[in-house]
């Protein structure tokens, strides 16, 4: 979906409930028509990211609840580090993008140390 919403620039033209909206104007508990495209591949991002965080490998073993934690309180710190460096350096609408990214980059640092975290107990 990403991808098509990039390269295709999809347009998907819905009324949508906001209960805080700001562009031209600020809106307030509204409801208007808008590309929600955007707001989809968000959604199934996340929702793909979330599935693979939490899902099970075929042999659960005390090793890899080990690495499960330390995998969690590695991507925590990573993010925190990720999130005071955009606090501090980026300004503006990179700011807005930044936060975008944060709303990802959770999960992938999780999964990244995770996978490293596993391959080294193997």
Not at 4 to 29: G, H, Q
Request: charged share 15%; aromatic share 18%; glycine share 4%.
């Amino acid at each position: 979906m990403a991808g098509l919403y990039i390269w295709l620039d999809v347009r998907i033209m819905l009324p949508v409930f906001a209960v805080y909206s700001s562009f031209l104007e600020t809106k307030i508990f509204t409801s208007f028509r808008t590309n929600v495209a955007d707001e989809i591949t968000l959604l199934l991002l996340i929702a793909g990211l979330g599935l693979i965080v939490f899902s099970k490998e075929k042999t659960e073993t005390q090793n890899l609840n080990l690495a499960r934690t330390k995998a969690m309180v590695k991507a925590s710190v990573a993010n925190t580090i990720f999130l005071l460096f955009s606090i501090l350096f980026v300004y503006g609408s990179g700011f807005i993008g930044a936060l975008v990214i944060n709303l990802f980059s959770f999960p992938i640092f999780y999964l990244i140390f995770f996978y490293f975290l596993k391959r080294k107990a193997i």
